[in-house]
């Protein structure tokens, strides 16, 4: 691990313009710099550095950060790799903290294993190209596969002699050990004798490559088959390889992935060869196996569009598209093309350039979803049972699909291929939604209890009591006041009521609107910001429906205050002891919000604003500078986010008048950015509350109608009693 003082020397000497400039031609947009986003294609600049605030940001795909989120977005490298490109680039010296003997061992083992791997790549290669048998064998059977020796080269192929341990011998000779070699797979024991073997004899060699380039494992195809030997044989699981987490080729391919915003997604590794030689470089490969979740996230990193190329056979296609909901799940764009029968990736760009391969895909590429339900189509025929197995496999797809849009879209197209009614392919896929919805809240409830009777000495509540009586209804009502809307009939619209969900007694002993166990801390004391204001005797939890959520984007303003200014003093007040007491931007959030029974919604934010507060007395603490350089990357750019703006007044503009900035009024603009959240929430609430008279039972149950009534009128005193308090007028009927 880098040391904090060794970060912050990299920190304080990089300079982002001058970091930028070396990937990006500048030009000075008044305070600024603007030029060409390097991720992703466009004519006008949207890119835009920040040399005062020592960010950057692209405001038309997003990406940007400090230097060294640049660096590891372009570069592809990691937080602490990024960091040591940087101090190499100012001569920086690299101080990491002393790990423990632990540490050390399991470092040294995978820094042993990948000088291994290394030296066999290097091994193999020089076979290859200078042995007799490489070259005879090996290097013919390449050519004899259209590969020209440049790409050759470029993928580092190489070839392991027909002998059954000439690379253990040759290895032990420079000095390797054999327990590294047993580690990386290329060698095992024979169980007869317990001598040392090489896997992969007699096969050419395809190097499997991490993002940053560094050899984790092989492949090796033997060259001539008589049914009893495997064709291609793989590196076994290690330390430093999962094969569910690589893809073949994926080093060679980032940059145009992510110039292209596409991935194409083929099998094997001469596959990715081919293409690439063929001029289209956005190529992987899965290796033979279905997709798994780590191999999609990679793809993710990259680019949310992919297409998948399948043999023109059809050979194994019903089984690998399984794996592709897992794409759907992830919100990604999946294309497939179907190649010509007789043909794959790798015999179709032997015979066909970049230009005609990507028409051809062009022309031929259809949606996921169209593409399996033709397919399985053709298999059913005019069987009932199995027609209905189609539906429901086809449903399952859709219902992943993150985007009501794209779902609306696809139900449509469904209805029409498969000649039933959409009301039906909507309820379907409705019940399946609700249904893994359920599934993920109990799952989350579960683990949030389990968390919660670690970290407190109290005795938890009973596994699956309702902790936000409102946890299940449908948001998206308006808030408007009014007359109550009458339930919705059935089978109209497409939509399916809220299920009936029972609210908490005062028995329950649970904090929420049903509850009235616990007042409100200010309530008759004078203590809150809303003084002796008559308020609903509960505390109210904004509903957990959704990750975003009206008040989401209130956060978010409020949380721009935290990550800017979380260190400045706002105000000083006396203690207990009539001594003056600092309060600073952070200290007031904290105790506006627990004051009231609140926290923030996002996790993210909670995390920042919790190490803000862990972090604020250390001395020379900038807020600011501490998250933007956090080794969470997912934190340190939600920071650097929260910090970039488009557009800066000019000089011009602060000279010939005086601007007030954020800065200078905060004791005025962070209580007014906390009520209007405050406000958000309550508004929220009295959506979930309208939802729920919906409910049919609600309606036929008189006490429980009341009840919730109740609660909708207490919840609009909360409403007006804030709104008094922002100075705003809101009219209740």
């Not at 609700?434 to 683990?447: D, F, G, I, L, P």
């Not at 969900?501 to 049903?514: R, W």
Request: glycine share 6%; hydrophobic share 35%; charged share 30%.
């Amino acid at each position: 691990m880098i040391d904090q003082a060794t970060i912050d020397r990299i920190l304080d000497a990089a300079q982002i313009v001058d970091v930028v400039s070396e990937f990006v031609t500048l030009k000075r947009a008044g305070v600024n710099y603007k030029g060409l986003c390097p991720f992703h294609n466009e004519k006008t600049p949207s890119f835009v550095v920040s040399p005062s605030k020592g960010l950057c940001k692209c405001f038309s795909c997003g990406k940007g950060g400090n230097v060294v989120h640049f660096i590891m977005e372009h570069e592809q490298l990691n937080y602490y790799e990024a960091l040591k490109w940087l101090a190499n680039k100012y001569h920086i010296e690299v101080k990491e903290r002393e790990l423990s003997d632990e540490e050390k061992q399991a470092q040294n083992d995978r820094e042993s294993m990948f000088v291994v791997n290394d030296f066999a790549n290097n091994y193999f290669q020089n076979l290859l190209h200078n042995h007799i048998d490489g070259q005879s064998i090996g290097l013919a059977y390449f050519r004899q596969r259209g590969f020209r020796d440049d790409i050759i080269r470029k993928f580092q192929l190489g070839y392991s002699l027909n002998e059954r341990d000439a690379l253990a011998k040759e290895a032990k000779r420079k000095g390797f050990k054999e327990e590294f070699l047993e580690k990386t797979g290329l060698c095992y024991r024979r169980d007869n004798d317990g001598q040392l073997r090489d896997r992969f004899w007699g096969r050419v060699m395809f190097p499997v490559h991490t993002l940053s380039g560094k050899v984790i494992a092989f492949g090796g195809r033997v060259l001539k088959t008589d049914g009893k030997v495997a064709k291609y044989v793989n590196s076994p699981e290690s330390e430093i390889y999962h094969k569910s987490n690589e893809l073949y080729g994926i080093y060679f391919a980032k940059q145009a992935i992510v110039r292209d915003d596409r991935c194409f997604l083929v099998e094997g590794y001469t596959d990715v060869i081919s293409m690439h030689q063929a001029g289209i470089e956005n190529v992987v490969a899965s290796s033979g196996t279905s997709l798994t979740s780590g191999q999609i996230r990679l793809i993710h990193r990259f680019t949310n569009n992919i297409t998948v190329l399948y043999d023109g056979d059809g050979a194994g296609i019903k089984a690998s598209i399984r794996g592709i909901d897992m794409l759907l799940e992830e919100g990604m764009n999946i294309k497939v093309v179907l190649l010509p029968d007789g043909e794959d990736p790798d015999s179709f760009a032997r015979k066909h350039n970049a230009t005609d391969y990507k028409a051809y895909i062009n022309s031929h590429e259809v949606d996921f979803i169209r593409f399996k339900t033709n397919l399985l189509l053709e298999e059913v025929g005019n069987d009932p049972i199995k027609r209905a197995g189609l539906i429901g496999d086809i449903v399952r797809s859709i219902s992943v699909i993150p985007e009501n849009i794209v779902r609306s879209v696809y139900i449509r197209e469904c209805s029409q291929l498969l000649q039933v009614e959409e009301k039906l392919l909507v309820q379907e896929v409705n019940k399946l939604m609700m249904r893994t919805k359920e599934e993920k809240r109990a799952s989350a409830e579960k683990q949030r209890q389990r968390e919660a009777a670690k970290n407190s000495p109290l005795q938890p509540p009973p596994e699956g009591e309702a902790l936000a009586s409102t946890a299940n209804f449908d948001p998206s009502l308006s808030g408007r006041d009014g007359p109550i809307p009458p339930p919705m009939e059935e089978g109209g619209g497409v939509s399916v009521p809220p299920p009936s969900v029972p609210f908490p007694s005062e028995e329950s002993g649970v904090n929420n609107l049903a509850g009235h166990s616990t007042p409100l801390p200010w309530e008759g004391q004078g203590e809150g910001p809303l003084g002796n204001s008559p308020l609903v005797e509960g505390l109210f939890i904004p509903s957990q429906n959704k990750q975003k959520k009206a008040y989401h984007d209130k956060e978010v303003l409020l949380m721009q205050q935290v990550v800017r200014y979380g260190e400045r003093v706002m105000y000083a007040e006396e203690d207990e002891e009539r001594k003056i007491r600092e309060v600073t931007v952070v200290e007031h959030i904290m105790a506006d919000l627990a004051v009231d029974g609140l926290e923030l919604q996002d996790p993210m934010h909670r995390r920042m604003l919790d190490e803000v507060v862990q972090h604020l007395h250390t001395e020379g603490f900038v807020a600011s500078r501490y998250l933007f350089s956090h080794p969470d990357p997912q934190m340190a750019r939600l920071a650097a986010d929260l910090c970039s703006d488009r557009y800066q007044l000019s000089k011009y503009h602060y000279r010939s008048q005086k601007v007030v900035t954020d800065g200078e009024r905060l004791h005025e603009l962070v209580p007014h950015l906390l009520t209007d959240l405050k406000l958000a929430i309550v508004e929220d609430e009295l959506k979930q509350v309208l939802a729920a008279l919906q409910d049919r039972t609600v309606m036929t149950d008189a006490a429980r109608y009341m009840e919730i009534m109740k609660r909708y009128k207490d919840l609009s005193e909360v409403q007006r009693a804030i709104a008094k308090h922002a100075g705003d007028r809101v009219v209740l009927s």
